[in-house]
Structures are given as structure tokens and as C-alpha cells.
């Protein structure tokens, strides 16, 4: 088994057999089945089946689960997928937060510890942090042994290289460059595989998982320090070559009649449409607003100037999303960050531009929603990724 260099640890074996994933993921994706059922579902034979499923059986993640519908004589048993057999941790930074949580092997969250923190206060500190939540969260009150923990998984506000998990030249980072965040949490807490990626792609594949698993193709666009995006494509979350898939906020907005003037210095995306930069507009106005959680409150109540600089922000934001639905076609744009609390003010910038811009094939059946998971979204998408890597493989594999 392919193994990604650098985040997994050497003693993490497979939680499941490579040959019994796809008899697991029958189960998973249907419910309780029996045993007659699995072998029409899978082709398989009956001693093969047999063997799979009883290598399953006793790595706990398969259960009987009582007795289907009998057609005389003695009821078929069920067997079923047992989603809480392990227990995985998710950890979203942000450049002023940490959420932690516990969850089950499907993402379901048990429970979680939010807390504010600097991610400019460095690796060591933060990291040290967060891992007493942890070990808040699963010492305290899970009442299971940490060798159910069985995978970490981490999302930071900057670039990764998922293939390491070490962050690269990190903007809002000081001190993170090339850090091994996956050594110094299992140094920390023990647990042999810690998965590393970018806050916004874990955000897209929370929200992919928990309210659009039907579409194939999303696109997840966090607006808040920075703005990035992470891109579903297929059903699979694409990160590119390199990891770096994503990164809106680094793209010019073109000049238009409805853009304001901007030159080369602040160009960008993220200068224009971001939450501090949507601040700075409202200050120069006469508007105290310190940072996006003020811009949003403003917005809220009414004041016309930042419920008119928040849809011009979701202008800026739509004439670079109208390029990237040309490119990508997605199914959904889902909007979330800091200033999407600004709800359908930011929305109807976006709408505005993208409806407006994008070829009319593109946007036909195009949906454009906020975020719906809340803070637990990043937690949720950071213990899916580790799941889909402990029972389906690396995705390298």
C-alpha cells in the first residue's frame, strides 16, 4: 500500500484490508445488507465473500444488525457498516480561531472545543494548544481509549503541500514555513497517521459531504482574512499538482464599468474583497470598522455603506468566479467565511456578476448558496479526509 511520505506514520498500518475496501464501501454507501445481498452486489464468491467479510468482522467495523424480512423459515441476518468502531480528530485553524473535534468514522461529530487563538503565535504554541483540547475532548468525556483514535486531520488558513503536510511561505503564517505539523502532533498525542491540508479545501469537502454529496462538481469559496477556494470536481476534492489548487485571492479582477479603480499595487482579488479589505474601504469612508466582523455587524443592521461596499465585494468576487465557472462548470458555488455573514448582501454581488458574465451553459443549472456547516465545517471536512484515507486507501495508492 502507497503510503503519502511525510504524514503518515510509520506504524500506522491499514485500518482495512485493500481487498475488503470495496465489500466495506457496499455497505457504507447502502446500509445494513445480507449476506446474499453483498454477494449480488459485489459479484463475489461465497468464500471469498466469507473471508473479507469475516476479516471485518473482527476489526469491529462490521456488525450484525439484526434480521431482514423472512420469506418462511428462518430470517436472513443483516450485517452493517459500524460507523463509530474508531473515533478520528479534526482541527480547524483559522488566523484567529481553533475548533477541535472528536468524530465518528463518517464524520459525525461527538463533540468539539472551540477556542480563540493567534495562528501568528507560531507552530509550537498553537499546536501545543490544540492538542490539549484534544486531549480535553477525548480523555474527558468520550470515554474511549485513545487506540480508538485512529487519525488526525488538519486544516491551515495557507498552502500546504498535502504530500508532507508542511505549510509553504503561509502569508498569515509567521513562523510556519516548512513546519512538520504531522511529526509534532504525533509526537504530542500519539496517534501514527496526521493528515495536513488547506483550511478551504477541507471547508469544501464538509460542506461537499454534509449537504451536497448528490453533486459531482463544487466549488467551496471562503471570503474572510484571505479568500481561497477548494474545488470538488467529479465527486473527488482536486488540490493540483502541487497542493495549491485553489488560491482566488491572488487573481487580478478585471477591470470593468462596475469595478472601482485599481492599479497594479492592489489588484488582486483578496485587496479588494476580503474581509479586512472591505474594512479599510469603510474607514476611509468615516466608518469605524475595525476588521470583517465589524463589516458584517454594519451590514446586518442596515448601514447603506457597508451593505453597499460588502455587494460590491461580492461583485469583485463574482468577476473572478465568472472566469472560474467558464473553466470549471460547477454545480454549486458555495459561499462561506467570515463575510458571507453578511448573507445575501455578498450573495447578490456574486449573483449579480457570475449570472451576468459566465456562458449561458455554465450557469443553466448553476446554484450559488451559502455555507451551511457552520463552525464545524472545517472539523467535519478534516475527519472525512482522514476517513476516506483509512477505509477507501490513499488516494495515491
Known amino acids: 500500500m502507497c503510503r503519502v511520505t511525510g504524514q503518515d506514520g510509520d506504524s500506522a498500518g491499514p485500518l482495512v484490508a485493500p481487498e475488503a475496501r470495496a465489500l466495506l464501501g457496499v455497505l457504507r454507501a447502502a446500509g445494513p445488507l445480507t449476506r446474499a445481498q453483498l454477494a ?46 474508531r473515533l478520528l480528530l479534526g482541527i480547524d485553524l483559522g488566523a484567529t480561531h481553533a475548533v477541535v473535534g472528536l468524530t465518528d468514522l463518517t464524520g459525525t461529530v461527538v463533540a468539539t472545543r472551540a477556542e480563540r487563538l493567534a495562528v501568528a503565535d507560531g507552530p509550537r504554541t498553537v499546536l501545543g494548544r490544540v492538542s490539549a483540547l484534544a486531549r480535553t475532548l477525548v480523555e474527558g468525556g468520550s470515554g ?15 498552502p500546504v503541500e498535502h504530500s508532507t503536510g508542511r505549510p509553504v511561505r503561509p502569508p498569515i503564517m509567521p513562523g510556519w514555513d516548512g513546519f512538520d505539523v504531522p511529526a509534532l502532533l504525533r509526537d504530542e498525542l500519539g496517534v501514527p497517521l496526521v493528515l495536513v491540508d488547506n483550511d478551504v479545501n477541507l471547508l469544501a469537502l464538509g460542506e461537499h459531504t454534509s449537504a451536497w454529496s448528490a453533486t459531482d462538481d463544487l466549488l467551496f469559496v471562503k471570503v474572510a482574512t484571505g479568500i481561497g477556494a477548494g474545488i470538488v470536481a467529479g465527486g473527488r476534492l482536486q488540490r493540483g499538482a502541487q497542493g495549491s489548487a485553489g488560491d482566488l485571492g491572488h487573481v487580478r479582477v478585471p477591470f470593468t464599468r462596475d469595478a472601482p479603480p485599481h492599479g497594479d499595487a492592489d489588484a488582486d482579488l483578496e485587496a479588494l474583497a476580503s474581509g479586512p479589505a472591505v474594512a479599510a474601504a469603510l474607514r476611509d469612508q468615516g466608518v469605524p470598522a475595525r476588521d470583517a466582523d465589524d463589516v458584517v455587524d454594519l451590514a446586518q443592521r442596515g448601514l447603506p455603506e457597508a451593505v453597499r461596499a460588502v455587494r460590491q465585494a461580492g461583485r469583485d468576487l463574482g468577476a473572478v468566479l ?42 443553466r443549472d448553476l446554484t450559488i448558496v451559502p455555507a451551511t456547516s457552520g463552525e464545524a465545517g472545517g472539523v467535519l471536512g478534516a475527519a472525512v479526509m482522514v476517513s476516506q484515507h483509512v477505509l477507501d486507501g490513499p488516494a495515491e495508492a
Do not use: C, K, M, Q
Open 40 to 85: 449480488e452486489r459485489t459479484g463475489l464468491a461465497r468464500t471469498t465473500l466469507t473471508v473479507r467479510l469475516e476479516t471485518l468482522l473482527h476489526a469491529g467495523l462490521v456488525v450484525p444488525a439484526g434480521g431482514a424480512a423472512s420469506r418462511g423459515g428462518r430470517p436472513p441476518g443483516l450485517l452493517a457498516f459500524r460507523a463509530d468502531a
Open 144 to 158: 474511549r481509549p485513545w487506540a480508538d483514535v485512529v487519525g488526525i486531520g488538519v486544516g491551515l488558513p495557507g
Open 322 to 363: 465568472a472566469t472560474v465557472v467558464n473553466l470549471l462548470n460547477p454545480g454549486v458555488i458555495v459561499v462561506g467565511g467570515t463575510l458571507a455573514g453578511a448573507g445575501e448582501h455578498l450573495l447578490a454581488g456574486v449573483r449579480e456578476t457570475v449570472y451576468g458574465r459566465s456562458t449561458a451553459l455554465a450557469t
